[in-house]
């Protein structure tokens, strides 16, 4: 872990720099024990095919006190999504089977952990305001952030 904490800061400075063009269509969230998301708002480039989000547990509670995961709706479906998803339990990640509200889903990761997702950029419309938030109960109040498609 500590080798990881050392290279989130150098993979920011790697995406934010234009030599590394390619990493456009990739970001990395990283969350914690305090229930908090460190990105706030995500801007997805319409000429990425593909849009990999890479999640980052930094804390070190397990996942089901402080379980974490990243999940995509439009900003309007963003509220039933997490109220469904609570009956669905954390053995289905707290996202209700087959949502087709829900646009792209990680897995529920405790602390220590990471994992990915990746989704078509086809999916997102120009215009339309997205919402990106944890499903676990009680979390997406505070662990949520806009997501939009560059026009
Ligand atoms: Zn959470």
Not at 35 to 55: A, G, R, W
Request: aromatic share 8%; proline share 5%; glycine share 6%.
């Amino acid at each position: 872990m500590k080798i990881r904490h050392a290279l989130v800061p150098a993979v920011f400075a790697l995406l934010s720099s234009s030599v590394f063009a390619a990493d456009e269509c990739s970001l990395t969230v990283t969350s914690n024990d305090a229930m908090q998301f460190d990105t706030k708002v995500i801007t997805v480039k319409p000429s990425c095919e593909q849009f990999t989000v890479n999640l980052v547990h930094a804390g070190k509670l397990p996942k089901n006190v402080m379980g974490h995961n990243w999940v995509l709706t439009a900003q309007s479906d963003m509220r039933a999504v997490a109220a469904d998803g609570i009956a669905a339990g954390l053995n289905n990640n707290y996202i209700k089977a087959d949502d087709a509200r829900v646009l792209a889903f990680t897995p529920i990761i405790g602390g220590g952990e990471s994992t990915s997702v990746t989704f078509p950029v086809s999916k997102l419309a120009a215009g339309t305001a997205y919402s990106f938030f944890c499903s676990f109960p009680g979390h997406f109040a505070i662990m949520q952030g806009a997501l939009t498609l560059a026009p």
